[in-house]
């Protein structure tokens, strides 16, 4: 089993900045790859940003390439997601993830709050 708990996240008006964490305990060896998803009130979850825990490549949704960017610490068991430039329409509930080899995403934090005023 993989524990995840996300902080970092708050309030920020348009254009400004914030940085997510997500820290990870338990079976922390079996995680190949972590992601950050966020829900929208009344749309679905969606996938914000990939990092593969190996060799730290990343991959991002069009809608945050070139704002955000994740990062992770292979000592420590953290993974990050900063954010810059953010807008109104990142506002959600921001949730990382993690995955075993070959697995779906079967650990989920229980999420954290980013809302981004106009």
């Known amino acids: 089993q993989v524990q995840l708990v996300e902080s970092g996240g708050g309030l920020v008006q348009a254009g400004g900045s914030l940085r997510l964490s997500c820290a990870a305990s338990g079976r922390t060896d079996s995680i190949h790859r972590m992601g950050w998803f966020r829900q929208a009130p009344g749309k679905e979850r969606e996938f914000v940003a990939i990092i593969f825990w190996s060799d730290g490549s990343t991959t991002y949704a069009d809608s945050v390439k070139g704002r955000f960017t994740m990062s992770r610490d292979n000592a420590k068991n953290t993974a990050a997601l900063q954010m810059n430039n953010l807008k109104p329409e990142d506002t959600a509930v921001y949730y990382c993830?993690?995955?075993?080899?070959?697995?779906?995403?079967?650990?989920w934090g229980q999420g954290t709050q980013v809302t981004v005023s106009s």
């Open positions: 993830a993690a995955a075993k080899y070959l697995g779906t995403y079967e650990y």
